[in-house]
Structures are given as structure tokens and as C-alpha cells.
């Protein structure tokens, strides 16, 4: 990664990346196109089919052996890095190559946590050691978006974009808000941070974030699935730069959560990975962080991936689990996928989960998700809202907490174990996705017997109203 030249305000952005072995290409085998690095572009202008970052790795410094990034957690201050090897993304920077070291944008995310989880592992019946929870509710803004945002606001930095922008369910808008007034352009002023999100939909915590970071905040009249659509429409007309899982750079800082899984591991690979799907950014960057390292020869094997949908947005589950949709290479049959959106269509069904934050109907990265299904051997479970609440609970009960889309993935991992799909010795991961405090509206009502069901939850501990006198408190205490 030499020879870039330096970012100067006037230069423009196609003389930074002359010399950047990363580009773009179609995802699509049979059509293979590819894209200059700085264009702005989110599908393939052949095909229609979504792009993917590459790399020519000759040109790349790649590590002979993952072991290479034990000495980047010692960072010092002082380092030449040290501001990158603190941050959970760019401590892996040699695997997602595409810019200089002095361009990268951090905050200080990815500094998560993997912990192993006995009691919750007995609770869901795994033998002791197997289960561990990936917390990217740990990141600055409470969710893994954090780790796709630090590359995503790279590439915005060197395009010279000054105006971001996205559709959320919440967590991306916390976490595009909070980078933009991070990120100072090439004048020296903070990025303008522009988020659509879902009419009431969105959960207090969520837009309390993007509210006091500072972004120009729109309630739009409509879902998750509108907004989407709305702002994949019109960004470059209305001058902002996409910052959905669309852009494919967000994917690229999302791989980075499964290198820091297999660093925790001590760069064993585990033998499951657990994900609650919603718009499929993570079930995609997971898919290619895991096939990039063994044709890099970094691993000999790949994790099998479960991804989780919530009953209420399923479509991922019912085309790959009832459907039959396959990857098949690439040659995926897409009038499947417009005939069972059609299909919901006239029926009138869009998304409604609690877990607001996987309530999407129509997930932008599916032929993604569906190559990593294929190369993971990886297969989709659906948890209804109440067995999500359960699985929410019991991390909080036996963890450090998550919010309902996180629980999706223990939800799922304990109908694997019923199945017994997943047998109690095998290393399970379980994503964590987004921080418990995040959506504690859901968390309260769960264990207050008010929730939308109107039934306490199964691992409900509801408060208990006490009069302010000793008798009483004895008595509170006595039940
Ligand atoms: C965005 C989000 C998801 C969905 O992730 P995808 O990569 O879009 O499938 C799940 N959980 C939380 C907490 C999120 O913020
Ligand atoms: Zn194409």
C-alpha cells in the first residue's frame, strides 16, 4: 500500500487511488465487471448485480500467518499506528487494503468483547466451553455498525464527500451520526449527517443518538423498506453519499468482527457462527471475511453460518429454507425472489418484529447472504418475537445484555441444539449485535407484563410495588 498519492484538497479523488490494488467488481460470476475503486457506484453497470470490493492481492502486503496481528495488541500511543492498531477494524488492515494508513478514519471502535458463556451454554443445553458471545454492543455508538462506519467514512473522506447519508432501523443512523461529527473533511468542518428512519418504528435509545450527535434526522412516513428504498433512489440526485450495507466498503470494516473472533480464539476456527439477519450486511461481509482468508491460506476451513430471521421479517427464511432459493454460483433463479416479494405484496405483508432492528422485508444484500450460505454450508432458522424476548433475557441474565435482534441469534442457536443441528461440543459464536441499552422500553415491559403479547416473558423478573415501611419491605422480601 505505497504509492498513493497524498489527499490534497482540489486534487481529484481518481488521482488518490491510482495506485490502489483494491476495486470493484460485479458479484455476479458470468458477468464479472469491474469498477474503478473510486466510482461511485452500488450496483454493476452491466448487470444490475451488487459489487464487491477486491483486491489485487499481489500487490498487497498480506501476513503470512494470522498470528502476525498478536504483536498490533500491544499498541502503544506512540507507535506509528498506534491510533490504528487500538481500533478493532484497522488493527487488521493488510485484509481490507483499500487505502493508506494515514487515511483511515477510526473512533475507536471494534474494541469488543468475545466471552465464553457457560451458564447461558447449560441454560440452552451446550457443554461447558462451547458457547461465546461476541459483544459489538461494545462499540462507541452501541452496535456493530461501528466497524462497517470506520470504512465507509474512509471511502467518504476520499471521494471528498461531505454529506452522508442512510435509511435505519436506528443503529446506523446512531452510528452515521456519530462518525460525522467525528470526521472532519479536507476543510476542516465535521460531516453532515443525514438519516432516514421509520415513522414510530424506531426505538427511543436509537433515535435519542442520532438526535444528540447532531445529524439532520427524518421521520419518514413509511418502514424501514420505504426509507430504503427512498434514500437508494435519489442519494446522488440529492447530493449524499450512501452509507447503507449497500456500500460495499461498510462490508468490508464488518469482516473485521470475524477476525476478531478468530483472535480470540487464538485463530482457531469455530465451528458455528450465529447472526440474527436482517438487511444481511453482516451474513455477507461474514461469508467473504471467512473465503478471503482461506484462499489467502490463512485458514483451513470455514465456520458454518446460521443466520436468524425474526417470524415477522422472514424472507430469507422462506426462500432459502421452504423455496429452495440457492446461490448456485451465482445463477441464482431472481424471479423467485420478485414473484415471493410480489407475492407480499398483494398480501399486504411488510416486516413487524419487536426486534426493530431486523424488521426488514426486503434485505439489500440477499444474493450476498445467499454466497455465504453456499460457501459456509450455512443455513436460516426464524424465532417468533416472544422465543427473541426469551433469548434477550437470558443474555441479560446470564451476560452483559443485548438488545432483542442480538437475542435472535440465542433464540436460534437453542432450536439448532433441539434440532440437533448443533450438537453440545461444538464451538459455538453468538453474535451480539447491538448494547442492551439501546431498546430498554422492550427490556422493562418484558418483565412487567405489559408487552405487546400481554403476557410476562418466561424469564420475567417484574418490579414489585412496596409501601415505604419495614413491614412491607419484609414482606416484598419474603415473596
Ligand atoms: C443492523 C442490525 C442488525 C441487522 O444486521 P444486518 O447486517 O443488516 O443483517 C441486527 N442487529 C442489530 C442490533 C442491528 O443494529
Ligand atoms: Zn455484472
Redesign the pocket.
Known sequence: MTGLALPVAGVSPKMLFMKSPAYLQCITPSCGNTHDIDEVRFDCARCGSLLDVRYDWSQCDVPKSLAFFDARRNFSQHSEHGRLDRSGVWRFRELLPFARPDDLVTIGEGQTVLQVADDLGREVGMHAGRLYLQY??FNPSG???DNGMAAAFTMARLLNRHRVACAS????SAALALFANQTKTSSGQAMEAIVLVGGDRIAPGKLSQALDYGAKTLQIDGDFDVCMRLVKEHAETLNLYLMN?LNPFRLEG?KTIMYRVLEAMRWEVPDWIV???????????FGKAFVELRDLGLIDRLPRLA?INAQGANTLHELFEHRGLRYSNGNYDSAKVASFYEEMDRNGVVADTV?S??E?GH?V?LPK?LRSLEATRGLVRQACDDDILDGKALVGRYGFG?????G?SVAGLRLLIQEKIISPDERVVCIL??HGL?DSGTTVNYHSSSCATNHAGSYANPPIKTKADLASLKKALAG
Not at 402 to 406: F, G, I, K, N, V
Open positions: 459489538e454492543g452496535s456493530f455498525k432501523t436506528g443503529n446506523t450495507s464488518q447472526v440474527p439477519g436482517g438487511n444481511l450486511g453482516n451474513t455477507s461481509a443466520v426486534a432492528a431486523i426488514i434485505p444484500n447472504a443485548c438488545e432483542p435482534a442480538s435472535a449485535t447491538g439501546k
